[in-house]
């Protein structure tokens, strides 16, 4: 398996190599609050100190409207003054108390311009998001223990290879789908090593998951020129596309393989994992009832993951959803409309790449255990040759198992 291991590799690193971005970091222009300040602004925290609901005695009932005539206080390093609040946060439920991201206007010679001297951007959520991202990691260290650790390794490296990689790669004007295959590649190389360990399974689950990338990768570049795809639908999107010159194809593409790679990567090592299972307690089934049986477990995990896939979108497109549902129009005219088409291309070459999947993981599976590589086994597990009942175990009851029917 090093063998076949080592192009794949090999091929990876010199992705990362070639397409690794060299240029400047890129600002976008008018990129938005968060990106750019005028001259003398600066971005600052503020602590909301008094909110006046004043009546705007207009006579209208729109809450929008009342909002317009609400005042705030804020307070940043010790220094208060008034705060512009968009209608639609008040509506939020900004109160005193809050802690706001503001751009601080105290110090800018727009001051009288604006207004005020300071102007609403968002909340700040770094604490509770946080401390949710502190839970998650005891809860999984909690219940899955040092494997746990290792694959919250693979997520920080997952993190890492987007962040440092792909998104300045894509901004560097590198192939977009090239580099999100490179960057899936090295996500899955070491990700999936750390947490299941060294073994010719996980090596099996790898070459899966990797062919599960290129037929997704393919089918999506395929899928999305000939559906039209390239138009820019939010206002992120046309100022990117704008800016930078990015093809919106090319992106739409990115964002499906990194969608389908979890995904991938959890349909491939159970399907490995039930293969070197069923030769474990069964070594005497031949090539063909070992691919049946495994396939029967495969074709589970098919059900239930396309429902994964499909609910994580809807969820995700649920706002768009019910705009477009506000209006006359068929369901399926709803489905073929701008960003609600995108999603479901999404869907459907997402969900093909991972039906194909499961069959080629398991197929190389069952080439790989047939081999003689069966008893190279994850090192925590107990090992034993094909068709041999002279080793150890892994328990009692595995060693007298009937095979399953």
Not at 54 to 64: F, L, N
Not at 178 to 190: D, G, P
Not at 344 to 351: A, K, N, R
Request: proline content about 5%.
């Amino acid at each position: 398996m090093i063998v076949c291991l080592l192009p794949l590799v090999l091929i990876t690193i010199g992705g990362l190599f070639l397409l690794w971005p060299h240029g400047p970091e890129q600002d976008l222009p008018g990129g938005g609050p968060m990106t750019n300040t005028a001259d003398g602004t600066s971005h600052a925290e503020a602590r909301v100190t008094s909110v006046d609901a004043a009546d705007c005695e207009t006579g209208e009932s729109d809450p929008m409207v009342q909002a317009d005539c609400t005042t705030f206080m804020a307070e940043v390093d010790g220094q208060e003054g008034s705060l512009y609040v968009t209608p639609d946060a008040i509506m939020g439920g900004v109160g005193v108390g809050d802690t706001l991201k503001v751009l601080d206007f105290t110090k800018s010679p727009d001051r009288a311009a604006a207004g005020t001297d300071y102007v609403f951007i968002d909340y700040d959520r770094d604490v509770p998001i946080l401390a949710l991202a502190i839970i998650y990691g005891l809860v999984v260290l909690a219940i899955a223990g040092f494997r746990g650790l290792r694959a919250l390794t693979g997520l920080a490296f997952a993190g890492a290879v987007l962040l440092v990689f792909m998104l300045p790669a894509i901004l560097d004007s590198k192939p977009p789908i090239l580099v999100a295959m490179v960057a899936a590649s090295a996500i899955m190389v070491v990700a999936l090593y750390l947490a299941h360990g060294v073994s010719p399974r996980t090596t099996t689950a790898l070459f899966g998951t990797v062919a599960g990338i290129i037929i997704t990768g393919l089918l999506g570049a395929w899928m999305t020129s000939w559906a039209n795809l390239g138009i820019a639908y939010t206002e992120d999107g046309f100022l990117l596309a704008e800016t930078t010159g990015v093809s919106m194809t090319d992106l739409i593409v990115c964002a499906i393989l990194v969608t389908g790679l979890g995904v991938l990567n959890d349909v491939t090592i159970t399907q490995a994992s039930a293969v070197w299972e069923l030769a474990d307690v069964a070594p005497d089934l031949k090539s063909r009832q070992l691919f049946a049986r495994a396939m029967r477990i495969g074709r589970d995990h098919i059900a239930s993951t396309v429902y994964t896939i499909t609910f994580a979108y809807v969820g995700s497109a649920l706002t768009t959803l019910i705009i477009i549902s506000a209006h006359d129009q068929s369901f399926f005219e709803t489905l073929t409309l701008g960003e609600m088409s995108i999603e479901v291309v999404s869907i459907l070459v997402c969900s093909i790449g991972l039906v194909i999947a499961i069959p080629l993981t398991t197929a190389l599976g069952v080439l790989v255990v047939r081999s003689g590589l069966h008893p190279s086994l994850p090192r925590n597990a107990g090992a034993r040759t094909t068709g041999s009942h002279h080793a150890e175990p892994r328990n009692a009851e595995a060693h007298h198992a009937e095979p399953p029917q």
